[in-house]
C-alpha cells in the first residue's frame, strides 16, 4: 500500500446489516496502514490505529492493545504522513470539516485523513457494546452504546473525510476516533472543543481507495443498502 | 495489480456530470489489466480493452486501435484469469446474471469480471457521440448516441457484474462492451442473444476494488450525485 492511501476492509452497510462475526487479523491490518480506525468482532468496542498500534476501546472503559490473531471485521487503514501541518482552534465537531476545507481547497470529491494532536477542552465519545445476537445490527448497537465526556484531556484523533456519494460504502463526512495519552480512554468522537486553545492538525488528500470485500457465506448473504438516517445517527 | 482485481479510473457520477476533458494516458491503463472496458476525452466513443490491446468503438461506426497517448476519463480494468469457463446460451443481456449466478454462488455482494466468446445471433450496440459542449452530461448523450443490430456476428463481450450499492460509483448491474472478431464493429451492449447455440463464458469473482480518483478541479468542482434513472437508462 502507497503512502497515502486508503485501504478499506469490508463496507460500512456490511457493519449496518450485522455483518461481524470474522474478519481480517491485526498484523494484516497493519501490513495496510500505521493510522486507522475500525472495530472488532461482534463491534464489542471502537478501533484505532495510533502510529502503527491497534487500540481495543471498549464499552466498559478498558483500553487494551489488540493482540496479533485477533480479528477485525471493518477497517479503514492509511500509511499517513502529513502533507500539511497546522495549528488549529476546533470549536465544533462539524469545525473540523471548515478547517479542512481551509487547507486543502479543490478536493471535495476527494477523500482525506487527519490527526490532531493535543489538549481538548471537551470531548464526547462513545464506545459500542459488542453484539448479544448473531448479525445484531449496528443501527440497535448504537441505542445501548457507552458515552462518556472528558475534558481537559490530552490526546489524538484520527479521522477521515469521505464525499457524500460514497455514503455507505465508508462513512461519509467526518468520521473520527479518539484515544488518551496515557491510552486509558477512547472512543468514536460525537463531539469536541479545544476551548480556543490550539491543537495540531496533519492531513493528506488522497486519491486512492482501495476496498478489499469479505467473502464469507454471512457476507454474501447480507442484504446491503444504504441507510443514510440510521447510518448519521449511528456514525453521525 | 494482483490478477482478477478491479482497478477503476474516476467515478461513473463524474461521467454523469460530464467529467470528461482529461485522464490517464492509454499505456497507463495497460499497466492495470488486459481487460476492460470506459471511454475516451469528451466520451468520444466506446473503449474495450481485450487481451491488452485497447480498441475505440466511435459513434461513426469505425473502430481504431488507441494511441499510447490517448487519454481517457473512464475506465475499469482487470488482469483476468477466468477462474471458470462454461460453454452456455444466453438468450437477453438479463440472461447473463442468472448465468452467473448459477455458476458464481453466494458472490452476490462480490464484483465479477467476465467475458464472451463466440457468435451471437443477434446483439445490439451503442457508441456515444462525444461531447458538444464542455461539461455535457452523459446523461444527454445517451439522447443522441448512434444505436446498431448486428446478426450472425462473432465477438467478445467483456463484462462486469457490480452489486447494487455500488450504483453511481460503478455502474450497478451488468455492463458490458462488445467488439467483432475482425475488429470492425462494437458497442456498449443493449441487448444480446445467442439464438439456442452456445458461447463460452469465462468469469472471475472479485473482492479487491481499487479506485482512482481525478485531482483535476473539473473533477472536484463537479457535484457528484447518483442519479439511479439517469444512469440506468444511459448505462443499462
Same mark, same amino acid.
Given at each position: 500500500m502507497a503512502t497515502n492511501s486508503i485501504y478499506q476492509y469490508s463496507l460500512v452497510n456490511a457493519l449496518m446489516s450485522g455483518v461481524s462475526s470474522q474478519g481480517i487479523t491485526t498484523s494484516r491490518l497493519l501490513e495496510k496502514g500505521n493510522h486507522g480506525l475500525g472495530t472488532f468482532v461482534r463491534m464489542n468496542g471502537e478501533l484505532i490505529l495510533l502510529d502503527g498500534t491497534i487500540y481495543q476501546l471498549q464499552a466498559g472503559g478498558q483500553v487494551r492493545i489488540a493482540d496479533p490473531n485477533d480479528e477485525i471485521p471493518y477497517a479503514i487503514a492509511t500509511h499517513f504522513e502529513p502533507q500539511q501541518t497546522h495549528a488549529v482552534k476546533l470549536e =465544533?465537531? =462539524?469545525?473540523v470539516d471548515d478547517t479542512l476545507e481551509t487547507f486543502a481547497k *479543490? =478536493? $471535495?470529491n476527494l477523500f482525506v485523513s487527519y490527526r490532531v494532536d493535543g489538549v481538548f477542552r471537551s470531548i464526547k465519545c462513545r464506545t459500542v457494546k459488542g453484539q448479544?445476537?448473531? $448479525? *445484531?445490527p449496528l443501527s440497535e448497537l448504537g441505542k445501548t452504546q457507552a458515552v462518556a465526556d472528558y475534558e481537559n484531556i490530552k490526546g489524538t484523533i484520527v479521522g477521515y473525510r469521505v464525499p457524500e456519494i460514497w455514503q455507505g460504502i465508508f462513512v461519509a463526512g467526518e468520521h473520527m476516533h479518539f484515544i488518551s495519552e496515557k491510552r486509558d480512554v477512547g472512543g468514536h468522537v460525537l463531539e469536541l472543543s479545544t476551548g480556543g486553545s490550539e491543537v495540531q492538525l496533519g492531513l493528506a488528500v488522497i486519491k486512492d481507495i482501495h476496498i478489499e470485500l469479505p467473502t464469507s457465506a454471512n457476507f454474501n448473504a447480507a442484504i446491503l443498502k444504504t441507510d443514510d438516517q440510521g447510518l448519521k445517527s449511528v456514525e453521525g
Open positions: =465544533t465537531k =462539524t469545525s *479543490q =478536493t $471535495n448479544e445476537y448473531d $448479525n *445484531q
